[in-house]
């Protein structure tokens, strides 16, 4: 059974930085693409960033590029995708969701953002940032 638990979340002040985890388990991952989306209160959920589980091949939205970084770890066999959150603005304020998905590696990159694609998602984790 594939899971997906994000954690990291927090409160932070504008400018802070955080790094929020998905520990993805159940399968292997090799062959699958990684996705953040977020998603405000009263908003749809938004896509941030995606990677290929291999480390290559990001993709971020016009909005989070440069601020926000996804990277992909293996080590000891724990599965994790990482989204590295610099200069945090108030915008910013959402639950993150991470989304795993087989499909997406028959796509280009500009794929990622689509929500209907991904098979897994995890929980969320609070991101709060005050001004």
């Known amino acids: 059974q594939v899971q997906l638990v994000e954690s990291g979340g927090g409160l932070v002040q504008a400018g802070g930085s955080l790094r929020l985890s998905c520990a993805a388990s159940?399968?292997?991952?090799?062959?699958?693409?990684m996705g953040w989306f977020r998603q405000a209160p009263g908003k749809e959920r938004e896509f941030v960033a995606g990677?290929?589980?291999?480390?290559?091949?990001?993709?971020?939205s016009d909005s989070v590029k440069g601020r926000f970084t996804i990277s992909v770890s293996r080590d000891n066999a724990k599965n994790t995708v990482y989204l590295q959150i610099d200069s945090l603005k108030p915008e910013d304020t959402a639950v993150y969701y991470c989304?795993?998905?087989?499909?997406?590696?028959?796509?280009?990159?500009?794929?990622?953002?689509?929500?209907?694609?991904?098979?897994?998602w995890g929980q969320g984790t609070q991101v709060t940032v005050s001004s």
């Open positions: 989304g795993a998905s087989a499909r997406l590696l028959a796509y280009s990159v500009s794929h990622y953002t689509r929500r209907e694609l991904y098979d897994y």
């Open positions: 159940g399968r292997t991952f090799s062959s699958y693409a």
């Open positions: 990677i290929r589980w291999s480390g290559t091949s990001t993709y971020y």
